[in-house]
């Protein structure tokens, strides 16, 4: 079995409800995951959408949400997690609105796609403080055994 993420929320390159979004209540969605490999020690998600500002012209992949060290044990996020309810030992990256937590879509233009990165790591990460992507990405190379997406689509309705 090889590792897999989903989400009750939305389906596999289907648009994610509003209510996800800047447009509703900003609530993450539900993720869940299965076929970690026996080696797992730690999963790191990182949410990001790369059709930034505009998907006709993309000038950068805006981070939506970075969380790492998360157990191996856990197989879920519920929808809206807040970060006070993240399970034990989980650490936050930030996003970049510079800020910790779950950001959701609010592109200014145009379809975006928006893409749930699951990766099961080898290791526990050490305490990095808040990084950014780069710093998150760099730290965990050479440690990654899998990895898993889940794309969803936003526009916004104007």
Not at 88 to 103: A, P, S, V
């Amino acid at each position: 079995m090889s590792l897999a993420i989903c989400s009750n929320s939305f389906r596999h390159n289907h648009t994610i409800p509003a209510s996800h979004t800047c447009d509703g209540n900003d609530l993450s969605p539900h993720l869940a995951w299965s076929g970690l490999p026996r080696e797992t020690k730690s999963l790191v998600l990182i949410v990001d959408d790369p059709d930034a500002p505009d998907p006709a012209a993309p000038k950068m992949t805006w981070v939506h949400w970075l969380l790492y060290n998360i157990p191996a044990t856990t197989s879920s996020l519920q929808e809206g997690i807040q970060e006070q309810d993240l399970p034990q030992g989980i650490l936050h990256g930030l996003n970049d609105w510079k800020q910790t937590g779950y950001g959701g879509p609010c592109p200014p233009i145009g379809c975006h796609r928006y893409f749930f990165k699951l990766y099961a790591l080898d290791t526990l990460l050490p305490d990095l403080g808040t990084p950014d992507k780069p710093a998150l990405e760099q730290a965990m190379q050479d440690h990654i055994l899998a990895k898993a997406q889940l794309v969803g689509t936003y526009e916004r309705s104007r």
